[in-house]
């Protein structure tokens, strides 16, 4: 029996790559700046308290005032979950 001829396929070229000009802003400003400023309210609280011996942020607080400066930090970290 004869053998029968082998088409040859044409080599696969992509098409042309769209050149699009994406914008790469997420609107997500706001979050790195926050982040700062909870991480250093925490820190300064917890300092002040330190520093003030008890006294300052809020005395009626006590020591739970370093509780709050962690909080703080806590939720410095939690925006920090929205970055990108």
Do not use: H
Not at 46 to 60: D, M, N, R
């Amino acid at each position: 029996m004869p053998k029968s001829r082998i088409r040859k396929k044409d080599d696969f070229t992509p098409p042309p790559a769209k050149t699009t000009n994406l914008k790469m802003n997420s609107g997500r400003g706001w979050v790195a700046p926050l982040m700062l400023a909870m991480f250093l309210i925490g820190l300064a609280w917890i300092v002040l308290f330190y520093v003030s011996e008890g006294s300052l942020p809020i005395k009626a607080l006590g020591n739970w005032n370093i509780v709050c400066g962690f909080g703080f930090i806590a939720v410095g970290f939690g925006v920090s979950t929205q970055w990108k």
